[in-house]
């Protein structure tokens, strides 16, 4: 009788919230999917980052670092998975750490795959020079793979990977469609929502100029924000324009709870995204889930995520007149709102779920485990050549 195989063993090296961001909460969906029953799985919880100090080196993340590399290499040389997936943040000072542990990854015989979550391997490659730039060229090289999150990814991994490595998985975020809230819209009103980081790369100044013409635009609109400052600069900037614009524009705060949350969100009508900086963003996705019509900025993945025109509007970034137009455009026409809205359900039932995601995630580690058959050993003879 012939003898079942044994799931593949896959470390996981990633972040669960709290904090409640972009990565910690993909993370948390890929652990509620069926992608840990596929394989046999272990998740080492790396909590480094936080918003305060996200760009910071602290006495507390380097011993935080220390700890979780021992327990790295313990799990390896004990548990000896076949893959770790490793989430790389290429960016110069946290790439140092990223080496750290990808290479010795590498060494002790696991096979790495990067979670790339959008984290611009092309700029990181052009700003390093020197040992820096060949030990990232090396660790690419050497990589079993490369989860992205959009077809437009691939072209930041040209000339630095093998083009057939890189498998494409959507995000996703958990499906609200069965919670139960007393939230209906507020009668008379117009709600536009933005809901992000309050930051300069998620493009909130971009709304902040746009809110001038869009209240001027239109007496039943209001305007809700939500999400962390990035600094004490934003939240002046915000507390001004409430100043000028008495009763209509709202700050939420920083929600972490997913019914606050899905409250706001279903008080919304129309929801902006006018980011700088965005390889996927996952905040679009609560937006399709709760059926709202999008105005968002052309960036990243988004244009493969929205079809501009049917279950969204896109502006390029930065056009503060343009973002104002098209949210007018929406606020004036109640049937393309609800035709939107109905198409974003729709495409986020088709692309975006939580089984879906399970499901790529499985059907991108059997690819990658089918094309590393003969890659068994480190290509020493390229080591630091480049």
Same mark, same amino acid.
């Given at each position: 009788?012939?003898?079942?195989?044994?799931?593949?063993?896959?470390?996981?090296?990633?972040?669960?919230?709290?904090?409640?961001?972009?990565?910690?909460?993909?993370?948390?969906?890929?652990?509620?999917?069926?992608?840990?029953?596929?394989?046999?799985?272990?998740?080492?919880?790396?909590?480094?980052?936080?918003?305060?100090?996200?760009?910071?080196?602290?006495?507390?993340?380097?011993?935080?670092?220390?700890?979780?590399?021992?327990?790295?290499?313990?799990?390896?040389?004990?548990?000896?998975?076949?893959?770790?997936?490793?989430?790389?943040?290429?960016?110069?000072?946290?790439?140092?750490?990223?080496?750290?542990?990808?290479?010795?990854?590498?060494?002790?015989?696991?096979?790495?795959?990067?979670?790339?979550?959008?984290?611009?391997?092309?700029?990181?490659?052009?700003?390093?020079?020197?040992?820096?730039?060949?030990s990232?060229?090396?660790?690419?090289?050497n990589?079993?793979?490369?989860?992205?999150?959009?077809?437009?990814?691939?072209?930041?991994?040209?000339?630095?990977?093998?083009?057939?490595?890189?498998?494409?998985?959507?995000?996703?975020?958990?499906d609200?469609?069965?919670?139960?809230?007393?939230?209906?819209?507020?009668?008379?009103?117009?709600? #536009? $929502?933005?809901?992000?980081h309050?930051?300069? &790369?998620?493009? =909130?100044?971009?709304?902040?100029?746009? @809110? !001038?013409? /869009?209240?001027?635009?239109?007496?039943?609109?209001?305007?809700?924000?939500?999400?962390?400052?990035?600094?004490?600069?934003?939240?002046?900037?915000?507390?001004?324009?409430?100043?000028n614009?008495?009763?209509?524009?709202?700050?939420?705060?920083?929600?972490?709870?997913?019914?606050e949350?899905?409250?706001?969100?279903?008080?919304?009508?129309?929801?902006?995204?006018?980011?700088?900086?965005?390889v996927?963003g996952? #905040? $679009?996705?609560?937006?399709?889930?709760?059926? &709202?019509?999008? =105005?968002?900025?052309?960036?990243?993945? @988004? !244009?493969? /995520?929205?079809?501009?025109?049917?279950n969204?509007?896109?502006?390029?970034?930065?056009?503060?007149?343009?973002?104002?137009?098209?949210?007018?455009?929406?606020?004036?026409?109640?049937?393309?709102?609800?035709?939107?809205?109905?198409?974003?359900?729709?495409?986020?039932?088709?692309?975006?779920?939580?089984?879906?995601?399970?499901?790529?995630?499985?059907?991108?580690?059997k690819?990658i485990?089918?094309?590393?058959?003969?890659?068994d050993?480190?290509?020493?003879?390229?080591?630091?050549?480049?």
């Amino acid at each position: 009788m012939q003898e079942p195989s044994k799931k593949i063993k896959i470390l996981i090296c990633g972040i669960l919230p709290p904090p409640y961001f972009g990565h910690s909460m993909l993370y948390k969906m890929l652990m509620a999917s069926s992608f840990p029953n596929a394989f046999e799985t272990k998740f080492l919880n790396m909590q480094f980052w936080t918003y305060g100090t996200h760009k910071k080196v602290t006495i507390e993340k380097l011993f935080k670092m220390a700890k979780y590399y021992i327990i790295f290499i313990g799990i390896l040389v004990f548990w000896r998975p076949k893959y770790f997936l490793y989430n790389s943040s290429f960016y110069r000072m946290p790439y140092l750490k990223d080496f750290l542990f990808c290479s010795t990854g590498i060494f002790l015989g696991c096979k790495l795959v990067i979670h790339d979550h959008g984290q611009y391997v092309r700029e990181l490659d052009e700003s390093l020079t020197g040992f820096s730039k060949a030990s990232l060229r090396w660790m690419l090289k050497n990589m079993a793979g490369s989860i992205i999150m959009g077809e437009k990814v691939r072209q930041d991994y040209e000339g630095l990977a093998d083009q057939a490595k890189l498998m494409v998985v959507p995000g996703t975020v958990e499906d609200t469609k069965e919670i139960m809230i007393d939230s209906p819209k507020i009668p008379g009103v117009i709600n #536009v $929502l933005c809901f992000s980081h309050m930051s300069r &790369l998620k493009g =909130v100044y971009t709304a902040f100029e746009a @809110i !001038p013409i /869009i209240l001027t635009g239109r007496a039943d609109i209001i305007v809700t924000f939500g999400g962390p400052f990035e600094d004490q600069e934003v939240k002046s900037c915000l507390e001004e324009l409430q100043k000028n614009y008495p009763g209509r524009i709202r700050y939420g705060g920083y929600v972490e709870d997913v019914v606050e949350r899905t409250r706001i969100f279903r008080e919304a009508d129309i929801f902006i995204f006018p980011t700088f900086r965005d390889v996927f963003g996952l #905040v $679009l996705l609560h937006a399709m889930a709760e059926g &709202l019509a999008i =105005v968002a900025s052309r960036e990243g993945t @988004i !244009p493969e /995520i929205i079809q501009d025109g049917t279950n969204a509007l896109l502006v390029e970034k930065g056009d503060a007149k343009a973002l104002a137009d098209k949210v007018l455009l929406l606020a004036g026409d109640h049937h393309l709102r609800k035709l939107m809205g109905q198409a974003n359900r729709r495409r986020f039932e088709e692309m975006y779920t939580l089984e879906k995601y399970g499901d790529a995630m499985i059907n991108a580690f059997k690819q990658i485990d089918a094309l590393d058959g003969d890659v068994d050993s480190i290509n020493l003879s390229h080591t630091f050549l480049f």
